[in-house]
């Protein structure tokens, strides 16, 4: 390891605090704690100095690959640019002490807040009503397949089955499952887009939704989606939004109005809030009015300029989150919201667009382009062409490490060969695109003439590669002292 745990440092006796002795010191734990409560023997943390504690975490910090630092065309995950104002005013006094069990008349700011983000996004998303609570993407579609299939119920009818093409994230057939759907998968056509054809063979009315995202993980637009949205509705089922990939469509293009009836948003991946591992998540879901008496309860409502919480929603189908939804995550997508104004989000999803289009034009002659029409905010590119070299996509991710870039997304969608999904998002700069253009066109060089060079990558990181199936079945996660640790 480049750098030692913290408690394979210091030794016996060193210590990085000065606190002076006080009467404390006088006191015996005896006297304030029960004997039972007591240890027997002192614990093992490590005894470090000052200046080693600062310098061990110092070294940690300067290890770690953010987007703060390096860019990430991480398609799929967008890993978006989170604005330092959004973080400062959701730390707020004032927001990050509320506790959810306070009366309605003491949280009114907080009410106004997120009523005022479910109509802003019901804004943009074209529908009527909303949910702020589901706390991710991968939530959202659950919550929205139960609102299906409650809506489908209280019309009495059966409907078994959700249609999803073979291009959807992997999540969609598992939420299906998780509400109690069998997902059908449909092959997508030689254009990348849903084949209509195909599509009608297995409509009909044991349908409960068509699942779609859009623009799909190809990057394309599904232009035929006012057809898909009249034939889905020609039977009696609904069409479901999966809306990871609005960055593409803000201000531009709604959902609700091409014929979805439901939608969820990624507010990390459109609207600038921590993503994964980085904080917890948000996906509310949107709807149209049909659908509006299933949401979950809570709903806040406003009546004369005050806001309260409605439980008395018979046909909602519950609650599915604890309280009502990641408060922080909600106001760091409100000031967001409020900060870009309508022109400045279609702005955002503009060079997003843009920025995409000229890092897959620059490198589809080097890479195999496996769709070749006109990418949104993402583009897929094939690397199998290396393949006669012995060289992998998962190698050409390696080697971008060495030239200080984050891989894209590698190997999804599944129905690309050696797949790489790159996403660059609305914040690169045209020289940061040059710059990594610059490294894929190189990579792609020494690919041919240099093979082992990809294979033996990444060469210049703080660990070289990685057996990433042992890492993942085999995890070492608690450090056990050694007899000569002291």
């Not at 703060?68 to 991480?74: G, H």
């Not at 409650?150 to 409907?159: L, Q, S």
């Not at 009909?204 to 898909?228: C, H, R, W």
């Amino acid at each position: 390891m480049v750098e030692k745990l913290i408690f394979e440092l210091g030794k016996r006796g060193r210590t990085g605090s000065s606190i002076p002795r006080d009467e404390l010191e006088k006191i015996s734990l005896k006297e304030l704690l029960e004997e039972d409560l007591l240890r027997e023997n002192d614990p093992k943390l490590p005894e470090v100095s000052e200046i080693e504690i600062i310098r061990h975490y110092t070294k940690l910090s300067q290890l770690n690959f953010c987007v703060d630092t390096n860019f990430y065309p991480l398609g799929s995950c967008t890993m978006k640019y989170n604005p330092r104002i959004c973080e400062k005013l959701a730390s707020l006094d004032g927001f990050k002490n509320l506790h959810p069990y306070e009366p309605e008349e003491l949280v009114q700011g907080a009410l106004k807040i997120m009523y005022e983000l479910g109509k802003y996004l019901c804004e943009i998303g074209g529908f009527d009503a909303i949910t702020l609570q589901p706390s991710a993407g991968a939530h959202g579609e659950l919550t929205g397949l139960l609102m299906i299939g409650a809506y489908h119920r209280h019309r009495g009818e059966k409907r078994t089955k959700v249609i999803i093409p073979d291009s959807a994230h992997g999540t969609n057939p598992a939420s299906c499952t998780l509400a109690g759907f069998k997902a059908i998968e449909i092959k997508s056509g030689e254009d990348g887009c849903i084949d209509i054809e195909t599509l009608k063979k297995h409509l009909d009315e044991s349908t409960a939704a068509v699942m779609i995202t859009n623009p799909n993980t190809l990057g394309i637009f599904e232009e035929k989606i006012a057809q898909i949205a009249e034939l889905t509705h020609s039977v009696g089922a609904l069409l479901y939004g999966d809306g990871a990939n609005l960055n593409a469509l803000m201000g531009i293009s709604r959902p609700g109005d091409m014929g979805f009836d439901v939608l969820h948003f990624n507010l990390h991946k459109t609207f600038s809030t921590p993503h994964g591992g980085g904080g917890p998540g948000s996906g509310p879901v949107a709807v149209k009015k049909e659908l509006e008496p299933f949401l979950p309860i809570p709903v806040i409502v406003e009546e004369n300029g005050r806001y309260r919480l409605d439980y008395d929603r018979p046909l909602s189908i519950g609650k599915i989150k604890a309280f009502y939804g990641n408060f922080s995550v909600m106001l760091k997508a409100y000031v967001y919201i409020r900060m870009m104004g309508s022109k400045g989000l279609k702005e955002a999803s503009e060079k997003a667009v843009l920025n995409a289009n000229y890092v897959i034009s620059r490198l589809k002659g080097a890479f195999e382009l496996p769709y070749d029409k006109q990418p949104m905010h993402e583009g897929v590119l094939s690397g199998k062409r290396f393949k006669k070299f012995g060289v992998k996509t998962i190698d050409i991710a390696k080697r971008l490490l060495d030239y200080g870039f984050h891989p894209p997304t590698v190997y999804f969608p599944l129905i690309v060969e050696e797949a790489i999904m790159i996403e660059p998002t609305e914040t690169e700069t045209k020289e940061t695109l040059d710059e990594f253009i610059s490294a894929m066109l190189q990579i792609a060089k020494e690919a041919e003439e240099n093979p082992s060079l990809l294979k033996e990558a990444p060469h210049k990181t703080p660990v070289r590669r990685l057996d990433e199936v042992k890492a993942a079945r085999n995890p070492v996660l608690r450090w056990i002292k050694s007899e000569g640790d002291q």
